[in-house]
């Protein structure tokens, strides 16, 4: 850094600070399929009990995000990611050692707290480099590999509890190692708040608005294996359609940095929210496994574009990362109540009826979002180097698109 007001870059210290914190943390969430199925299998637990922990666990890290949201500007962020990922290590690492019922579903509650503070901690530090939709890319596009990997090597942990527990704890232990390299609020920007007060309300409607939009993908995630056999198609089939959805969320975050530069941020949002909904009424509502396939791989591409784009402009909002971490925490949350609607919803409403449930507040995401970003030219367009997030400075014209 240069100055007091320097924002980080994204050195390979700083990369590896958020591959080894930020990404690592989701890693439980990832693996909440298999870790269902290995409650059922080697615990006993009834799949409704092993859904139940596994919101649990989810809801421990809204809770730690919530809690740790008011303070993170003040915070310092390694020290806090480093506290999440040792009760990461804890929770889960005596959950593999003692593997008895109460200890295990103790210890993943445990470890979603650490994963939320975790996470939180990486979405403020995210606002607090240079460019934090370039960083946004660079960490969700690490995700959607991640998440993909660990679908292609689930097998390896069916049936082993104490493997797949063992792992998650390891995991703990070396993002502590390279949490270091999470950037802080440079200390001449402590008191850029008060330049956020503008994009507040904003905020407020951006997580609200982002919360319902991720239970109604969750709504569909978590039902595609009804809606799969609606569409006539085999277990086997609608498996690996998934899997290719999520390997698609990986090429979708990789692409949006293109759409950010080429129409700017509102109208990506715009056109990607609306044929993403599209594709989930398809799924819905057309029995056919071709036209099924198709909407699920989309569906999964776009996915990964609104995130991507989504946490950027959150992070570009507020530089403190408050923001960032609001919208993080009701994302989740959001996520968290997807598959306990979805089961209740899907089971009295026609395709019709669950159709329209997952569109109307994907549309008003939608429309939140082109509004936000189309109200403040900064937020449309990629950041221009030096200008810290969510401050005065920020405002000014984009720079030079490349041709």
Not at 172 to 200: D, E, H, I, W, Y
């Amino acid at each position: 850094m240069t100055s007091s007001n320097a924002l980080a870059s994204l050195t390979p210290r700083v990369v590896a600070g958020f591959l080894g914190t930020w990404v690592l943390a989701l890693m439980a969430a990832n693996l909440v399929p298999v870790l269902i199925t290995s409650l059922v299998s080697e615990l006993g637990l009834t799949i409704g009990q092993a859904g139940t922990v596994a919101t649990a666990m989810s809801l421990g890290s809204v809770l730690a995000m919530l809690g740790t949201a008011r303070f993170i500007d003040r915070w310092d962020r390694p020290a806090t990611a480093r506290c999440g990922l040792l009760l990461i290590f804890a929770g889960f690492g005596a959950g593999a050692a003692v593997l008895h019922p109460t200890v295990v579903i103790a210890g993943i509650v445990v470890g979603g707290v650490g994963s939320g503070i975790v996470v939180a901690a990486g979405n403020a530090a995210a606002a607090s480099t240079a460019d934090p939709d370039r960083t946004s890319t660079v960490v969700l596009v690490a995700n959607r590999f991640a998440a993909a990997a660990l679908l292609a090597i689930a097998p390896l942990f069916q049936g082993d509890l104490r493997m797949l527990l063992a792992m998650i704890a390891a995991v703990g232990l070396v993002g502590v190692v390279t949490a270091g390299g999470l950037p802080n609020l440079p200390q001449g920007l402590a008191g850029a708040a008060s330049a956020t007060r503008r994009n507040a309300a904003a905020g407020v409607v951006l997580a609200a608005t982002m919360g319902a939009w991720s239970m109604t993908e969750e709504m569909v995630y978590s039902m595609t294996g009804a809606l799969a056999e609606a569409a006539h198609l085999s277990p086997g089939a609608g498996g690996l359609l998934l899997s290719a959805s999520v390997v698609g969320g990986f090429f979708g975050a990789m692409a949006s940095p293109l759409l950010l530069r080429l129409f700017g941020r509102a109208w990506s949002l715009a056109a990607v929210v609306a044929v993403s909904t599209l594709a989930k009424v398809l799924m819905i509502t057309v029995a056919s496994a071709a036209v099924h396939g198709a909407a699920l791989i989309a569906w999964g591409f776009l996915y990964g574009t609104v995130l991507t784009l989504v946490t950027g402009l959150a992070a570009r909002m507020d530089v403190s990362g408050r923001i960032a971490v609001l919208v993080s925490t009701v994302y989740l949350f959001g996520l968290a109540l997807g598959p306990f609607a979805g089961g209740n919803l899907i089971e009295v409403v026609s395709p019709a009826g669950y159709a329209a449930a997952v569109t109307l507040p994907s549309l008003a995401f939608g429309t939140a979002l082109f509004v936000i970003a189309r109200r403040n030219r900064a937020l449309d367009r990629p950041a221009a180097a030096g200008a810290p997030s969510g401050s005065p400075g920020a405002e000014r014209p984009a720079p030079p698109q490349p041709r």
